[in-house]
């Protein structure tokens, strides 16, 4: 079974590009909703993120508020590496888990990983491959206005990201989300075309 990652900056389409592979029947795991789960109270990165962070990044209900924890994380760089920190290595054993099981029940040919921060975190070396998407910069912070974001919350997250141009570098295909879903979709219907012809692995 092939182990492909899907990458991309924030607001680039990679949730949309995710969608659609999950359409034409192939699996991916978001580990980006993974990692949430982690913030529930209970879990062991739950009680590290409250003594790192504080109560503060807490909500009413007691669970961490994930735009409270955000606005801290995402105007400190150390505060964002702490975070990553707790949340990676957990999120990347579930990810190995869940390959692993996939793989033993021989029911996927090829399966993703869907991940913001997949370059990052270093999953390249256990991937035998690396699907980004991407749109342009400026397309990405109007995206981002349109979720509720100010521009200045908006540059932050982009910041706090590697530039898309060295994650399209490390790719072995790309997939350019600037244009209309339709441009999207046949793109994607391309990918798993040659993912059909090459089960050993993606070549760039």
Known sequence: MLR??????????????A??????????LDADSLAHTFLEPGQPAYHEILREFGPEILGLGGGVDRAKLAAVVFADPQKLARLNAIIHPRV????????????????????????????????????DGLVV?????????????????T?????????????????????????????????????????TAKLRQHRGGLSS
Not at 4 to 17: C, D, E, M, P, R
Not at 136 to 148: C, F, I, N
């Open 133 to 149: 998407a991407w749109c342009r910069p400026e397309q990405q912070l109007e995206r981002l206005l349109a979720r509720g974001l």
């Open 4 to 17: 492909l990652g899907l990458t991309g900056g924030i607001a680039s389409g990679k949730s949309t590009v």
């Open 92 to 127: 990347e054993s579930a990810v190995q888990q869940q390959f692993e099981e996939w793989s033993r029940n021989d029911a996927h040919d090829a399966a993703f990983v869907e991940a913001a921060l997949l370059v990052e975190a270093g999953y390249l070396p256990k991937l």
């Open 151 to 191: 521009e200045q919350e908006g540059r932050q997250r982009i910041a706090a990201q590697l530039p898309i141009s060295e994650k399209l570098r490390l790719a072995t295909e790309k997939i350019d989300c600037s244009g209309t879903l339709e441009d999207t979709r046949r793109q994607v219907a391309a990918l």
């Open 19 to 28: 969608a659609m592979l999950r359409e034409i029947g192939l699996s991916v």
